[in-house]
């Protein structure tokens, strides 16, 4: 494109900020706690989803839970404000119904 080749000197710059460290470390330990957390987590559920004896509670969960990899997070943001909402939200409706106290979530 006809521009002047400036080297390594934007990686040089990077490597001596401070904050490049920061956000490194920040990257690894992110990585690390995904792998710790993020990969048996999912499997131990699994697991005692597979045990449950209640084939309509199983269905339910298991439902509920895949339900963000088929649909919007914005989507799914909307149907959580929509039953969450102070005034209006079915949640806090219930909550009325039963002469308790709205909640403000």
């Given at each position: 494109?006809?521009?002047?080749w400036i080297?390594?000197?934007?990686?040089?710059?990077?490597?001596?900020?401070?904050?490049?460290y920061?956000?490194?470390?920040?990257?690894?330990?992110?990585?690390?706690?995904?792998?710790?957390?993020?990969?048996?987590?999912?499997?131990?559920?699994?697991?005692?989803?597979?045990?449950?004896?209640?084939?309509?509670?199983?269905?339910?969960v298991?439902?509920?839970?895949y339900?963000?990899h088929?649909?919007?997070?914005?989507?799914?943001?909307?149907?959580?404000l929509?039953?969450l909402?102070?005034?209006?939200?079915?949640?806090?409706?219930?909550?009325?119904?039963?002469?308790?106290?709205?909640?403000?979530?």
């Amino acid at each position: 494109m006809g521009e002047p080749w400036i080297g390594f000197e934007t990686f040089r710059e990077i490597f001596a900020m401070d904050a490049f460290y920061n956000a490194l470390r920040n990257t690894f330990v992110l990585n690390l706690l995904d792998l710790l957390i993020g990969f048996p987590i999912p499997i131990i559920l699994a697991i005692l989803l597979n045990e449950l004896r209640i084939q309509w509670f199983k269905k339910g969960v298991q439902t509920i839970l895949y339900l963000p990899h088929f649909i919007s997070w914005v989507i799914i943001g909307g149907m959580a404000l929509q039953l969450l909402a102070t005034n209006t939200g079915i949640v806090n409706n219930v909550l009325r119904s039963f002469g308790l106290k709205a909640i403000p979530f």
